[in-house]
């Protein structure tokens, strides 16, 4: 089965410093990549996806993650971090073909202080 | 557009009960799913639907049931509620063009209590 693994279970960082957060799936196949975020008291909600072409991909707020198919991993980034990014994120894969279920991984906190 | 709209937003049941979290959508989506989120566990997929009549198991289907007689409407029942029943439930809906079903539009979330 599908799995996803996302490395840190909560992040601190201080305002303006640079994030990256690590995401490993173990498909060898096909695979359709998203972060989706929750902030508190909100709806999960999708932040950026792949699902082929360029393996930078751009989402909201000025996040980006990088696709490295020889490394099976999908890694969250930030340049800078704001006191609003605080929130939960999650890693998500689908294997492709007509399997329309996403598995998550157990999520990131990250806590940013001002 | 309202979304995808869950009820009841809070739930306190005592084991053995069972109750009915209601979902319905109004983006006419084929797909909707119903996720369950534990701290620390992430999200794990209790049913899904790909269409009205069609419903299937997720990877944590015990205890749990659907049904799906419209597209709107997503009902999930819990039978004979347990303590491990206690977290947060997730309905979700997305649209039917392949790749673009995997994008998700969630449900406020519902928090259901077992003691």
């Known amino acids: 089965a599908q799995s996803v693994s996302q490395h840190n279970h909560h992040v601190i960082l201080s305002e303006a410093a640079s994030l990256e957060l690590g995401c490993n799936y173990s498909y060898g196949g096909t695979v359709n990549l998203f972060w989706y975020v929750q902030y508190p008291g909100q709806h999960l909600q999708l932040l950026l996806k792949?699902?082929?072409?360029?393996?930078l991909v751009k989402g909201i707020k000025g996040f980006e993650a990088e696709f490295i198919k020889s490394k099976f991993s999908f890694n969250l980034r930030k340049p800078s971090v704001q006191w609003s990014d605080t929130a939960e994120y999650f890693c998500?894969?689908?294997?492709?073909?007509?399997?329309?279920?996403?598995?998550f991984g157990k999520g990131t906190l990250l806590t940013v202080n001002p | 557009n309202a979304g995808v709209t869950q009820t009841p937003k809070f739930r306190i049941l005592k084991i053995g009960q069972s109750m009915t979290l209601q979902c319905t959508q109004d983006?006419?989506?084929?797909?909707m799913y119903w996720y369950r989120q534990d701290p620390g566990m992430g999200l794990k997929l209790i049913y899904y639907s790909v269409g009205a009549g069609i419903t299937d198991k997720g990877e944590v289907p015990n205890g749990y049931n659907v049904s799906r007689s419209t597209t709107e409407d997503f009902p999930l029942r819990l039978e004979l509620a347990a303590p491990s029943q206690t977290s947060v439930y997730f309905c979700a809906s997305s649209y039917p063009v392949k790749k673009e079903a995997n994008v998700l539009t969630f449900g406020a979330g519902s928090r259901l209590t077992v003691l």
């Open positions: 983006m006419n989506h084929n797909y």
């Open positions: 998500a894969v689908n294997s492709g073909g007509s399997n329309y279920k996403l598995t």
């Open positions: 792949y699902f082929s072409g360029d393996p």
